[in-house]
């Protein structure tokens, strides 16, 4: 079977097929004007409409483009040459495009949207583009009706968008109606609520509390819009878990785990079994647990000075005490003595023999006088300096406060300075010719559950393997890549000094947030560190302040723990999956998960095989996690996490799927359960008690649970690696004669991308890719209104095309798909 670097293909080729656009010429413009002649150039007849893609080369052609009148919101993507998407146009209109610098890349001319034959958008006589469609049953779809049940109540997800979301006065408001059963009439209308981000609509969603499982729903909206859909189950009937097997053994880790009790174990792991499982070193130590010794002297405000050694506070920084000394005679200058480590600043005097050095002077002079030992010193905060300091009592010790443990601490002393990071890897044949999976835990340093969670999936891998069959599947068709803690100097902090720490323990902080006050509020947010869609490339969620809890550090993979995750992928070039654990907000993720502010411009989307692989994943794993005790992971938290939740830009899914090609999850373990006591969800926390209700929020029970996901994706990555079946695909109605325009769509066996070409070339990996009707809707449906003949392919997600077609050279065989619908002519 032939399998093909996919991906690769998604950064490299337009990106282009997408969502279906609304009819729209320019439109809105004064019609007396002088853009009026081509504000007016919509469309008369429909036969000379078509779909064109283009490219523009930024956000300013993109103003431009929408100034003049171009409709171009819906669909755009960002690539990187600059802005794709498309446009149905005249052919008056290609050719304006065309003037203002718009690079028209493919042209389908033979068939239209049905948004717009169905009816579409009215033109009144002035031209200008009529607010109504004039069929309202086109305005209304349903991405998503599921039902699932919890702690013995049913509850219903609905998801739907009108065309008209976006429209602001009024808002068009959307309401929900449910059967109580097959044949049983619609009834209970709810108001949905409308999901508004980044400015732009996205759609319509609620969670309903049902007692009674619908079987179909019915969406109006308040401009008479109307459809209805058929109700899906989200996690129910799932097949047994592993731990269903009565013999196998669970529930391995019996408490949270800081950074050297997981490093020692993964090593353990590895001594203990090393017919399957070594450790890996990674390449880059971390920055380290450690600080630099500081004091702040002087008095307050204009004058306050803060003191910073040049050694790490354990390597000598500790033993530095600073005296500002007073002296009895008048005229004095400032002067500095170093004896040892002990710096006595004596401070100048005025005429009348008091104190007259200000902070900066006293500043400049430790930094310049001190024989080495202060490096950093500076006036406090965005202050001058100008203010006269004050004498010290004595000698004050300067300390890198890593020694003040906080309340409730493990026992023990952290190893200070840079950390190495152990990589454990699971498998019996690691010669990289298994699928590779990483799972990467705590790159935020209070998230302990993601490290326990990975820990036991550990000790479930290495402890039924010789007992399990499933398990034993698991270890001999995989390559597994633990990394326990990816942010272990936070970690410790975490657990030793500030429990809420999240970043790393880099300090790129200028002086004005370098006093020990913000020592908290340091650190690079690794999760915001890496190159693919990032804060540095204009996306947004990661922050320039280096005290903000998502700064993305001074430029891309500053930091050592974001290089070694590059390394290790790069190294290992068989990782076609990786988890990227956090806690704790109950959410499975995966790409697009940044997008650019202005316009909600997202990374580009998976192609619909990626998302239709991601979504089946999910459902396996989510599946997995309910077996525990029913915690259900609701379908509103799956998905593109800049979809459904926000835009966290530079962070390392991204990077990994837009790169090489992994499918990158991002698991938020943790979050809401449902209390049937209180019929509430109620919310998890960033360390729960580790023996808490285990019916609610606990350490213990959501390691348990969230270990059963992440050994279901094992399961996951070993079918994926098995796959050598190639997908089939049918487009739907098929070959045949039509008396007049039909709806045609693509339908797959499995999760596949579809490449098609409608003007009789062969298709290729360039050619337009089928894709959604609209993110997290099923696939486009086609408006044929001329015979077209279809010539396509199929790529599944282990990358098997169909019917063994290479697309990537001319074959004689020609062995790809290909149907005609023939449209009879009047
Ligand atoms: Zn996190």
Request: glycine share 10%; charged share 20%.
């Amino acid at each position: 079977m032939r399998h093909i670097q996919r991906r690769i293909a998604l950064l490299a080729l337009p990106a282009l097929v997408g969502s279906i656009l609304v009819a729209t010429g320019p439109a809105g413009a004064d019609p007396t004007g002088p853009s009026a002649a081509t504000s007016r150039s919509q469309p008369e007849d429909r036969e000379s409409v078509r779909l064109v893609q283009i490219r523009l080369t930024g956000a300013d052609m993109l103003d431009k483009v929408v100034a003049a009148g171009f409709d171009l919101e819906h669909g755009l993507r960002r690539v990187p040459t600059g802005i794709e998407g498309e446009a149905v146009v005249t052919a008056e209109q290609v050719t304006e495009l065309t003037a203002m610098g718009v690079e028209v890349l493919a042209d389908d001319a033979g068939f239209a949207w049905s948004d717009q034959a169905d009816g579409g958008i009215g033109v009144d006589a002035a031209g200008a583009r009529a607010v109504q469609p004039s069929n309202h049953q086109a305005t209304v779809r349903i991405a998503r009706a599921d039902w699932f049940t919890t702690k013995g109540q049913g509850f219903l997800y609905v998801e739907a968008r009108t065309t008209e979301g976006q429209q602001a006065d009024p808002i068009v408001g959307m309401q929900v109606e449910n059967d109580s059963g097959k044949g049983t009439p619609f009834g209970f209308a709810r108001t949905m609520s409308r999901f508004v981000d980044s400015g732009q609509y996205m759609f319509h969603r609620n969670l309903f509390k049902l007692d009674t499982r619908p079987t179909r729903i019915q969406v109006t909206s308040s401009t008479g819009g109307v459809t209805t859909g058929v109700v899906s189950n989200w996690l129910e009937n799932a097949p047994p878990p592993l731990t269903a097997n009565p013999s196998y053994k669970s529930d391995f880790v019996d408490g949270y785990k800081h950074p050297q009790q997981l490093y020692s174990r993964a090593k353990e792991i590895a001594r203990q079994y090393p017919d399957i499982a070594e450790i890996v070193y990674l390449p880059n130590q971390t920055n380290g647990y450690q600080r630099k010794a500081q004091a702040q002297l002087g008095g307050t405000g204009q004058a306050a000075v803060v003191v910073t050694s040049a050694a790490w506070g354990h390597e000598g920084g500790n033993d530095i005490t600073v005296e500002f000394v007073d002296r009895p005679d008048a005229n004095l200058p400032l002067a500095v003595e170093v004896t040892g480590k002990a710096v006595r600043v004596l401070l100048a005097t005025d005429a009348a023999g008091a104190p007259a050095s200000t902070a900066t002077q006293v500043a400049d002079a430790l930094r310049t006088r001190s024989a080495g030992l202060i490096d950093r010193a500076h006036p406090y905060r965005t202050n001058e300096g100008s203010g006269i300091v004050a004498p010290t009592a004595g000698p004050v010790a300067l300390t890198d406060f890593l020694d003040q443990k906080r309340v409730g601490a493990p026992e023990g002393e952290v190893p200070r300075g840079p950390a190495t990071i152990p990589v454990l890897r699971i498998g019996k044949h690691r010669d990289g010719k298994k699928p590779g999976v990483l799972i990467q835990a705590q790159d935020h340093a209070r998230e302990w559950v993601p490290a326990t969670t990975s820990l036991e999936s550990a000790e479930r891998l290495v402890h039924n393997y010789r007992s399990d069959r499933e398990t034993k599947k698991i270890v001999e068709n995989t390559d597994i890549f633990f990394i326990l803690s990816n942010n272990p100097d936070g970690a410790n902090y975490s657990f030793y000094n500030f429990a809420s720490q999240r970043k790393n323990m880099t300090n790129h902080c200028p002086d004005a947030s370098a006093d020990p006050g913000q020592r908290n509020s340091w650190g690079v947010d690794l999760n915001r560190n890496y190159r693919v869609g990032s804060g540095h490339d204009g996306y947004a969620g990661g922050s320039t302040n280096c005290v903000s809890g998502t700064y993305q550090g001074p430029e891309e993979l500053s930091e050592p723990e974001s290089k070694n995750i590059i390394w290790l992928v790069e190294k290992y070039s068989n990782i076609k999956f990786m988890m990227s654990v956090h806690s704790n907000g109950g959410q499975l993720f995966w790409q697009p998960g940044a997008y650019i502010a202005d316009g909600r411009i997202t990374t580009p989307r998976p192609p619909l095989g990626d998302e239709a692989f991601y979504w089946q994943s999910a459902a396996r794993i989510l599946s997995q996690v309910k077996a525990h005790r029913e915690t259900v992971v609701t379908p509103e938290n799956v998905g593109g996490s800049s979809d459904v939740l926000y835009s966290s830009a530079g962070n390392v899914r991204e990077d990994l799927y837009y790169t090489y090609g992994i499918y990158a999850f991002g698991w938020e373990v943790g979050g809401s359960v449902y209390n049937p006591a209180t019929g509430d969800w109620q919310g998890g926390s960033f360390q729960p008690e580790w023996t808490g209700n285990p019916e609610l929020v606990s350490g213990h029970a959501e390691t348990m649970e969230y270990a059963n996901g992440i050994m279901e994706m094992f399961r996951v990555a070993a079918d994926w690696g098995k796959d050598k079946k190639d997908p089939t695909s049918r487009l739907i109605p098929g070959d045949g004669k039509y008396r007049g325009p039909v709806d045609v769509r693509f339908e797959t066996s499995e999760p596949a991308t579809i490449y098609y070409t409608t003007d009789g070339s062969r298709p290729t990996l360039e050619s337009p890719r089928y894709a959604a009707t609209e993110f997290r809707e099923p696939g486009q449906v086609f408006h044929v209104t001329e015979t077209t003949t279809f010539r396509w392919f199929s790529v599944d997600s282990a990358g098997n095309i169909e019917k063994n077609y290479d697309p990537t050279k001319k074959d004689k065989r020609n062995n790809y798909r290909t149907a005609t619908i023939t449209i009879a002519k009047k």
